[in-house]
């Protein structure tokens, strides 16, 4: 009896010392965290997308309370929640730029052509392992949709060739169809950012235009028009967005496939009068084979 006794006294000896010895570490080590941290915090959308450029909503609220950030760097968030953001901390809600993925592949099914099926999990990542994905421009988009599952914001979806389009006024450029793309066809983009190189080829000439009706053949007629901004890499034109302002639709006309483009503010993509007129001829061909083939199919049914 008298043993337990003991080391029962010993024990809440211990468990009194141990107690004084955490409760002096914490007002020697305390950390003060401002608690409107908390208040900012549920004000943001709690998406944690990383489009604002931190590790999630904790970590924007807390740049936001320290003055590091403005509340307009939210892309996700309503301009009503934002408003709420700077009248709460009592700052300027501050101007956003609107930023958007934009995928540098036009090359979609019936464009580009395949050299072979591929039969197995409708992954691009999973297709990419085996030969490429069966594309004979193996730098292309597969179109398996990897990009379109993890996009949380239904920002990504498939047009009628299975290429993805993204959707501009959906998409908070978080970066998910980035990192998920096996092919890094996907890069984040300023809405201003109106030139565009819509093509990731390293082909040139004669196999890149067999490859896909679409693609850049590394002439390098728009990095001649528009020297000052356009530098030829790889075969491929490189856009200086450092020198987005001298940007202009000039590099765009003697584009011969439509390789390089103009983006619209308000939606929709202007090719060069070349282009439009190849593109034209390509879609008739198209068409006259498609027809052929169903009155063949009609005349043997």
Same mark, same amino acid.
């Given at each position: 009896?008298?043993?337990? &006794?003991?080391a029962g006294?010993?024990?809440? %000896?211990? !468990?009194?010392?141990?107690? !004084?010895?955490?409760?002096?570490? *914490? ?25 604002? @450029? ?14 590091? %950030?403005?509340?307009? &760097?939210?892309?996700? *968030? ?24 934009? &995928? ?7 464009? %580009?052509?395949?050299?072979?099926h591929y ?20 730098y292309g988009?597969?179109?398996? !949709?990897?990009?379109?599952?993890? #996009? ?6 498939? *047009?009628? *060739? ?10 908070? %450029?978080? @970066? ?28 040139? @000439? ?5 490859? #896909? ?5 590394? #002439? ?37 496939? !439509?390789?390089? #483009? ?40």
């Open positions: 009896m008298t043993g337990l &006794l003991i006294g010993v024990m809440l %000896a211990l !468990g009194v010392l141990l107690s !004084g010895l955490l409760a002096i570490a *914490n007002r020697k080590l305390y950390v003060f965290e401002d608690p409107r941290i908390d208040g900012v915090e549920e004000l943001l959308p709690g998406a944690n997308c990383g489009a604002c @450029g931190f590790a999630g909503c904790r970590a924007f609220a807390e740049a936001l309370v320290t003055g590091t %950030a403005q509340p307009a &760097l939210c892309t996700v *968030n309503t301009a009503d929640g934002i408003e709420s953001i700077a009248s709460y901390l009592g700052v300027e809600a501050g101007e956003g730029v609107k930023r958007v993925a934009r &995928l540098a592949c036009a090359g979609g099914d019936g464009i %580009a052509k395949r050299f072979a039969e197995g999990r409708e992954s691009c990542r999973a297709a990419a392992l085996i030969a490429g994905g069966g594309k004979a421009c193996t988009c597969l179109g398996y !949709g990897d990009c379109i599952r993890v #996009c949380p914001f239904d920002a990504i979806h498939m *047009n009628e *060739n299975n290429l993805p389009v993204v959707d501009e006024k959906k998409c908070t %450029a978080c @970066g998910n169809c980035v990192v998920e793309c096996p092919k890094h066809l996907y890069s984040i983009h300023p809405v201003e950012h109106q030139l565009f190189v819509a093509c990731s080829t390293q082909m040139r @000439g004669k196999d890149a235009k067999e490859a #896909c009706r679409v693609a850049c053949i590394g #002439c390098g007629l728009c990095a001649r028009t528009l020297p000052e901004v356009i530098t030829m890499n790889q075969n491929l034109p490189r856009i200086d967005y450092d020198k987005n302002e001298a940007a202009t639709r000039d590099a765009i006309q003697r584009c011969p496939s !439509g390789a390089i #483009c103009w983006l619209e503010l308000g939606g929709g993509v202007t090719y060069g009068a070349k282009a439009l007129e190849a593109r034209g001829m390509a879609c008739t061909v198209e068409a006259e084979k498609t027809q052929s083939k169903q009155q063949a199919e009609a005349a043997l049914s």
